[in-house]
């Protein structure tokens, strides 16, 4: 069993850097049987780098900062942690957004991935994270082969066998030879990435003509239902606040709010069809009365909460707010979560075929 990275940037730090940040964390290493052979899985020769990873590597790829874990990639903007805490919160978000669209997905994916003649279909999951989205997937398309990539080693260490996980910057040229891949999957990659139109332009080479790019992103502000007819700068001040400083705090590590430009640089790549935009509300909190809503309502706040926390280090370490300051706008925001009902999520979807 190993692991393996594929671009350069994810060649492990020097082992000088290692920490025992690990230790006592439950950090499951990427695994896969790998026997050095072609697989056929689409990828190019020349551009890969692919190594298998021994256990005493996995710590290299996490460094450790106020008691949380992180990516150890200094010059990458990802500012979440990536530790048992935040992969919990990464699932139950999964879980939500299943909840919420009632499938793992959007757009016209039975169609892309009906089984055909010749390979097996292939699809690209990017940032995928603890990788809960490819191992559903894997289940309802067996005959369908995904690779999940990220720069950390969190995702399950015990794939299915047609679910492949391997370490990647999605910034920089993916291994994929151009048009093998029949659906790109991104979905919740805005802290991830600074250049999006530049990760398309390498989508688009990776997609076969037909293939699927998609996008899913939670929106970064705070909103309410229409049934309430209220204005988050008057009625949530403390959610408001709270996007105000964390969105700008992104902004000077060049990540900007995306969700709503996709579609723009989708068509003006000029090499996908037109996209097709769906939106979808999220509770925030208990005031649904549909027994449905109302349990994903409880459950986002809680997502929504431990949001704010995970964002704690990045907060702290920004100049521009002292840290009373910073532990006061966390406060009026899990206020607000909690005490203005009708609050609400937004889960921007867009999908596109390339021409
Ligand atoms: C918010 S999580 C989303 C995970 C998953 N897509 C989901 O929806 O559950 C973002 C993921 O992107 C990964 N990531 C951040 N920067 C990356 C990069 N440059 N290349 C690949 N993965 C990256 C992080 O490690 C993290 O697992």
Redesign the pocket.
Known sequence: MAIEFSNRRNAPPDREQRSDALNGVPVHPLEFDHDGSDDGDGSSDTSSILTELGPDDYPTYFRESEGRLF?SHGD?P?P?P?DAAEQQR?ND??KILRDLIRSHYVGPVPEVLAPAPGPAKRVL??????G??PMDMASSFPHVKFYG????P?ATRIPRPNVHFEM????QPLRYRDNTIDFVHA???S???TNYPDMLEEVARVLKPGGLFFSGEVARQPMFDSSFPLDPAVDAPGAQRFFEVINNMLARRGLEQISTRIPRWLQDSGQFTAPIIREYTIPIGDWESAPHSKRVGVEYRQVMERFADSLRPMLRSDDAIDEREFDEVVRDYVHDLYNVPGMIGLYRTVWARKI
């Not at 999951?125 to 603890?130: A, F, I």
């Not at 990647?168 to 910034?171: K, L, P, S």
């Open positions: 990516h990458l990802y979440l990536v990464l978000q999964h999951d990017l940032c995928t994270g603890t809960r989205w990539v990220d720069i950390v969190i990647a910057d999605v910034m979905r919740s990659v802290l991830a990435i």
